[in-house]
């Protein structure tokens, strides 16, 4: 498994969680050359991006969680991060970790469950 995803849960809507994402298995100088990023599906919805974070440091974000999410990333521990603040009902969705390394190869975490109540 070269992608860990973690931190999902319920909440009730306004509140918080932060993902995690960890490669353990792998080489350190890849990590730190992979694009990063966040996905969510919904149920009966296709896998939508989230949030992405370049090697280079440079972020994106769909337009639904701009000012809600913030994505980053610790090199050193080849981590990557989703908080989730002012979270909605809509933002229910399994939460995947992506990587697309330099060669280019693409890993996908486990996906993780966010569920928000209202």
């Known amino acids: 498994v070269q992608l860990q995803a973690s931190g999902g849960g319920s909440v009730q809507a306004g509140g918080s969680l932060r993902l995690s994402c960890k490669a353990p298995?792998?080489?350190?100088?890849?990590?730190?050359?992979?694009?990063m990023a966040w996905y969510r599906q919904a149920p009966g919805k296709q896998r939508d991006l989230v949030a992405e974070?370049?090697?280079?440091?440079?972020?994106r974000y769909t337009d639904s969680v701009k000012g809600r999410f913030t994505i980053f990333r610790d090199n050193s521990k080849r981590m990557v991060y989703l908080q989730m603040n002012s979270l909605e009902p809509e933002d229910t969705a399994v939460y995947y970790c992506?990587?697309?390394?330099?060669?280019?190869?693409?890993?996908w975490g486990q996906g993780t469950l966010v569920t928000v109540s209202s």
């Open positions: 298995r792998m080489i350190l100088s890849t990590f730190s050359g992979s694009d």
């Open positions: 992506h990587a697309r390394t330099y060669q280019p190869v693409e890993y």
């Open positions: 974070i370049t090697s280079g440091g440079s972020l």
